[in-house]
Structures are given as structure tokens and as C-alpha cells.
């Protein structure tokens, strides 16, 4: 049967139309309609005056860790804390309240939000888990911090050489437990994942049910992983349940880039995972890391730091990534990159442009970029994709790294819009949380969740318009959808109602705003 959404206020994915009805049949929006057009015949759903829009899709998430980051498998409480001892003494009382748990493992820490800012080592977990392994993974997905006992676990001694990233180490080489940068953490990041497929199975439905609650009906899987049996397995879990219809929203999975230029397996996987909701939407590269371990790799030296530009980066040389990238899209690939320094972006830039990249190629983060190479999205026809609660999270740290001067252009959210009008707006999550709300007060407030006023350039906020736009149609035109991110015939009838209409409340209250209804593919799923 047909039905007809209607509400007084409706965002379209581009703009906001006011009053109007959304007429949808078999999982599909058949039409826009004004709001009092003849509705017999159909099934009538009047949401009053509340916000309708499109599902919110998410630019960039880590859906695997994020999901798992959300089960009763880990401690995210250290979030919340101001200090390493502190981080310690929340663990030391997860490890209490879970004896079963033969590994602790700890999520989100950020060394932004202590007092000392100064990096942890091993010897404060040592002394309180001397035997059972402790894994604390950085909310910026760039460090784990962990005990002697998971440096056991993991095969790592003051022999290790990761081929990229680094081991930290005291004055005598023996190793702190630091683990910088993908490559030097993988050996624990292949222990902090390891679940059964039950376990897993669990967590994501879990998971599903509050992406249905915040009204998040698409997402992408940014983690890059590599072509494993491990990967492999998760990616044939994710195909099972979306064929027994446990998937409530379209998963875009992005595979590991670096290192190849024959892109076989990922073209084989592409086909083989191409199911409703599960897909490979491509391959992601990491160009550097983050500023808060000065592995951004910046243009000029670090203003508290000038003897370096950034430590071990870029992660590959420019020719090993500029062959990369044109592989992957001369075999059909989206390609992502991320890129948190004005160096990195500038890099990207360079070898998407001498690779004739596709115009659906992206560069993420862009947490400083040099002005001249704004109006070069638009010229090579490249995506940015941005955080916005980033900022907040960054707590004023790239004013330290880098200087008032630099800073203009941190996180510059209005200026990338405008000069590309294709800024797709996500999370990072599990780096900050899923609620959508937070994103958009943060990128239209450029203030923290207090109110109180961050970073040193708050004309870069965007307006409510450009975000939702960022979050729903150019979200979905960063994953190459065509079906997804906008209300207007032939378009998936992935619909959601928010509690108030946001373009007509004040920005505190967009903090208490709740998603009320979720429609995903015409089906009721919150």
C-alpha cells in the first residue's frame, strides 16, 4: 500500500521546502508532493510540525570498531578522563565490575582532554594489571597505549620495526608501550578485534539499533583494512545478515589501498560482497597521521616542535602512492585519503591531479590546509569530507601545534562548502560519538558542548542548510550513491522525523533534539 509522510517542515537533501508530502511505494519515494494533495488510497502518517528529511548518512565512521567500541566488551568511560592516572583507575574499575574478561580493553582516550598532555608509557598499567593484557586504544584510531603483558601478547620487543609509524621506547630501547600509527599497532589491533562470530553478530545488531535511534540509515567502514581471512570472515558475517534482513542501513566498506597496484581481490570482494546494504564502496590510504603525535605531516615545521614537520610521514612515498591511486582507479575504485596536515592535502592533491583521478575521489579530515589549495578541490574534482565535532575534540591543541597564524584555516567547514559545494559531513566514530546532533551544534556553532566558543576562526561555521546538505546528499555523493541522500522520485525511502524543526530553534536546543521515526527502504525501523 501507499503511503504519504507529511509534515509542515521538510528538508529535501538540498534545501529546506517547508510544508510537504512524501509519497512512498515499495521501499521507494514516488514523489514530493504538496502536503494537502489528494491522498486516497494511500496510508496517512501527519508528523505535524516536526522535522522530515533523509536519513542521515555518516561521510566517515569505523562501523567494525565503532560497533564494538559500543558492547559490553569495552570501557569507553576513559573518554571522560582528565589524566593518565585517572584512565588507569577507570580500568583498574572496569576490570572489577568484568573478572570474566581475559583482556581489558580500553576506548578513547585523548591526551587533548588531560590537564598535563603529556604521552602515558606502560609502567602506570604495568603496576596496576601486572599479568592480565590491557589494551588502550586513542580516540584519534592513531595510538594504542598498552601494558608489558600485551607487549608479550603481541610479539612486540626493542626488535620490532613496523614498516611504517613507530615503537615507542625509554632511553635503554626497551619498548614504553606506545604503538604509533597503523602499521606499529597491528599486532594489537588484531588482538583488540578479535571476537567470535557470535560476539560479532551480537555487537552489530546492537549496533544497528542505535544507528535506527539516531536516524543513521547509510555509513561507510573507513578502517582500510587489508585482504586477511580475518577480513574476510567479518565481510562474509555482514553478507550473511544482510541476506536474513539484519542489516537496517547501508554499509560502504573501504579496503586497504597502500602497497598495491593490482587490485584484484579488492575487484573480487567488490563483486562478491555487492549485496543489498553491504558493499565495497573502495579502497583508503593514510598519507599521515595526527597532529596530537605530530605524525600531520604539515607544509612548515610545528610551532612547538620546529625541528620537525611531522615524525615518520608521509606514510608511503609520493610515488608509491601516486601508483597506488591510479591503479585502483583505473580498475574502477573510488580512492579516499586521509589527511590531517596542510602538507598531506597538499600531497593528496598533487597525486590525484597527475593521476587524472575519478570526480568522486576524496580527501577526509583536512584539519589544516594551505588557502592556495582551496579552490583545487573543484579544479580535480575532489571531494572533501570533514568532521566537524573534531574541533571540539581537539580542544584548541592546533593552536599550540601549529600557531594563531596556521589556524585560520583549521577545520575550515564554511570556506571548503563554499569553494566545492560538495563538503560531505561525517563523524570518525568511534574517534567522537554517532549522535548526529553533536556534529551538526558543532558545525554550526564552532563551540563545544558547553557553549563555549572553540578554535580561533568562528566565521567557518557552516549554516544548517549547508550541514544537513553535507550529511545527507553530499554524504551520499562522497560513497557514489545515486539512490540515496535526497527526497525526490526514484530515490530510496530512507526517511527520519526530529523531534522539533532545526531551522527554527536556537543552537542550544539542536543538543536535545531526538530522531522520533526512522524509514528505511519504506520500512519502519524506530
Known sequence: MRKMLISENVFDGEKYIGAAG???????????????????GMEIMDFGKVLLMPGFIDAHTHFFSGAESMSRYMCTKVRDAKSEKECVEIMKDFAKANPELEILRGEGWFIGNWTDRTMPDKRSLDEAFPDKPVYMRCADGHSYWINSAALKQCGIDENTRPASGYVGKFESGEPNGMLIEPEAYKPADDIYYNFTGEEQQEIYENFFRIMAGYGITGLGEMFAEDYTKQTKARYELMKKMDVEGKVKARIYIYTKLFDYTNFQK?????????????????????????????????????????????????????????????AANEAGLQVRLHCIGDGAVRMALDIYEEAGCMDCNTIEHIESIDPEDIKRFKQIGVIPSMQPEHLVLDNNNKIIRIGEDRVRYEWPLKTMYEATERLAIGTDFPVVGIDPFRTIYSAVTRCDHEGKPTGCNPDEKLTMEQVLTGYTKNAAAAYNSKTTGMLKAGMSADIIAIDRNLFDIEPEEILKSKVIFTMFEGKQIY
Not at 22 to 40: A, F, Q, W
Not at 269 to 297: C, S
Request: net charge negative; charged share 30%; glycine share 8%.
Open 266 to 326: 579488492a575487484k573480487e570482494w567488490q563483486k562478491e560482497f555487492n549485496t543489498e546494504n553491504v558493499r565495497i564502496g573502495g579502497v583508503k590510504g593514510f598519507v599521515d597521521g595526527v597532529a596530537e603525535n605530530y605524525t600531520a605531516l604539515m607544509l612548515k615545521p610545528y610551532s612547538d616542535r620546529p625541528e620537525t614537520s611531522g615524525d615518520a610521514v608521509p606514510l608511503r612515498t609520493y610515488e608509491e602512492i601516486e601508483k597506488s591511486v591510479r
Open 22 to 40: 512524501i509519497v512512498v511505494e515499495d521501499g521507494r519515494i514516488t514523489g514530493v508532493v504538496p502536503h494537502d494533495t489528494d491522498s486516497t
